[in-house]
């Protein structure tokens, strides 16, 4: 399993979190679909109850940079990742991603961005970024992303709704899952 790969996505979910809510020296919960996890970690498993149970006996989550992980198998074959409040307290020393401390700061100023606005936040970092209008029917009217995955790796989905714009991000193979 790749654990590496999950305590950089884990780190960067709990940096987003920080950066729009502040600090919280207490346990974070986060929640997967099996499939994505899996994928993540580049399991070849079944359900997951199954990878679950192979996270359980990993002893390499017992002890990271972000104290002992833990996992357990909620309603509908989702997955809760439990990172302890020393986690929390760890992620809290990492520098501020540039590209991300800037994105949350222009949601917090401007409710009601506009396409145009959004690339050019992106360009500003780099001008081979990817845009692409979504199709009709889609949860989200368009996708930007950096195809070299400088600065910033993550899919960027954006949304258009009632005079407000709002995003998700998405990992590269859960976005083309979607």
């Not at 979190?17 to 099996?34: C, M, S, T, V």
């Not at 501020?96 to 917090?108: H, K, N, R, T």
Request: aromatic letters at 14%; glycine letters at 6%.
């Amino acid at each position: 399993m790749e654990q590496d790969r999950l305590i950089t996505y884990l780190t960067e979910q709990i940096k987003e979190a920080q950066l729009k809510l502040g600090f919280a020296n207490e346990a974070i919960r986060l929640y997967f679909p099996a499939a994505s996890l899996g994928r993540m970690l580049q399991w070849q498993g079944g359900s997951g109850k199954e990878l679950v149970a192979a996270l359980l006996k990993e002893s390499r989550f017992t002890s990271t940079r972000l104290g002992t992980i833990r996992f357990s198998l909620c309603k509908d074959d989702r997955i809760e990742v439990c990172i302890p409040p020393e986690g929390a307290v760890y992620v809290r020393t990492l520098p501020d991603p540039p590209f991300l401390a800037g994105w949350i700061s222009l949601f917090q100023t401007n409710h009601c961005l506009t396409i145009e606005e959004i690339c050019a936040y992106f360009a500003s970092f780099n001008p081979s970024y990817s845009c692409r209008k979504m199709e009709q029917g889609m949860d989200f009217d368009y996708v930007l992303y950096f195809p070299d995955g400088q600065p910033d790796a993550w899919y960027y989905c954006i949304r258009m709704e009632l005079g407000h714009t709002i995003y998700h991000r998405f990992a590269k193979e859960d976005y083309e899952d979607f």
